[in-house]
Nanobody, 119 residues
Framework: QVQLVESGGGLVQPGGSLKLSCTAS????????MGWYRQAPGDQRDMVAV???????NYADYVNGRFFITRNNAKNTVYLQMNNLRLEDTGVYYC?????????????WGQGTEVTVSS
């Protein structure tokens, strides 16, 4: 049974910081790209940051330089450090796993954690 469980969301003022965590079970974590995706109210779900199995990262232009994705394979956990938060960062943040190699196409989503940036 695959589970991706996010935590760390909440209410924060503009300019503040949050750190999200996603802990996975039921997958070979080290053989999965891990990503964070945001869905704002009434909008589609878009990629925020992805970290590859080898540690390479990719960020949406909007968050580049403010957000940082890391992973700890020993803990089966991926993190998203969010700094200098803006109102536009508000949304539900979802954790996603993406298998590589022979498992390419095997993807899973977490339940999401809400981030609200408001003054």
């Amino acid at each position: 049974q695959v589970q991706l469980v996010e935590s760390g969301g909440g209410l924060v003022q503009p300019g503040g910081s949050l750190k999200l965590s996603c802990t996975a079970s039921g997958i070979d974590f080290s053989r999965n790209y891990m990503g964070w995706y945001r869905q704002a109210p009434g909008d589609q779900r878009d990629m925020v940051a992805v970290i590859a199995t080898g540690g390479g990262t990719n960020y949406a232009d909007y968050v580049n330089g403010r957000f940082f994705i890391t992973r700890n394979n020993a803990k089966n956990t991926v993190y998203l450090q969010m700094n200098n938060l803006r109102l536009e960062d508000t949304g539900v943040y979802y954790c996603k796993s993406m298998g590589v190699g022979r498992n390419q196409g095997n993807t899973h989503w977490g339940q999401g954690t809400e981030v609200t940036v408001s003054s």
